[in-house]
T-cell receptor
């Protein structure tokens, strides 16, 4: 199955510290990878995507992600966390050649404490 | 604000009933996707429409159906509702296809409809 995995249910980080939310993928062919964020009682907001090109992708709100083909990973990062970054983060993959639907990971809850 | 609208925001109904969820895509987007988010199943793709035609099907139950109208809004119909159908239902939209592939791959999500089946 073509999928993504988010190994951590929750990540805790202090405000001002760097944060990493992990995602690994399992697909055949070239993956299209995405990160979305969901705030309480809200829809999913697009953060960034990797289609091709530079392995370091910059997105909204100061987030970035690094595509690593050898490790099949696409970790989300931010140099300095804010309390307002606390939310549920989803990694997703659009498998190559299988239509355009997204396969989502189970989500990682990020808690940034003051 | 993603530009995708969904109505209603909340829906409470009883088992065995039928409901219709409505979605309006972003201006210019031709593709509409429906997803279900539940605690036990996570986020699951249900069905995709492109310019009025069904394009892809995911884990959609036979009791569920959808359509996309000429003005590109979409409706998801859920019938013979069961307790387990209680979930958040999201609609997403993306841009036009070119050569069979989306010009832009990003899907933009609406705020969702929370369905509670009692």
């Amino acid at each position: 199955a073509q999928s993504v995995a988010q190994p951590e249910d929750q990540v805790n980080v202090a405000e001002g510290n760097p944060l990493t939310v992990k995602c690994t993928y399992s697909v055949s062919g070239n993956p299209y990878l995405f990160w979305y964020v969901q705030y309480p009682n809200r829809g999913l907001q697009f953060l960034l995507k990797y289609i091709t090109g530079d392995n370091l992708v910059k997105g909204s709100y100061g987030f970035e992600a690094e595509f690593n083909k050898s490790q099949t990973s696409f970790h989300l990062k931010k140099p300095s966390a804010l309390v307002s970054d606390s939310a549920l983060y989803f990694c997703a993959v659009r498998p190559w050649g299988s239509g355009y639907a997204l396969n989502f990971g189970k989500g990682t809850s990020l808690l940034v404490t003051p | 604000d993603s530009g995708v609208t969904q109505t209603p925001k909340h829906l409470i109904t009883a088992t065995g009933q039928r409901v219709t969820l409505r979605c309006s895509p972003r201006s210019g987007d031709l593709s509409v996707y429906w997803y279900q988010q539940s605690l036990d199943q996570g986020l699951q793709f249900l069905i995709q429409y492109y310019n009025g035609e069904e394009r892809a099907k995911g884990n959609i139950l036979e009791r569920f159906s959808a359509q996309q109208f000429p003005d590109l809004h979409s409706e998801l119909n859920l019938s013979s509702l069961e307790l387990g159908d209680s979930a958040l239902y999201f609609c997403a939209s993306s841009g036009p296809l070119s050569g069979g592939a989306p010009v832009t791959d990003t899907q933009y999500f609406g705020p969702g409809t929370r369905l509670t089946v009692l």
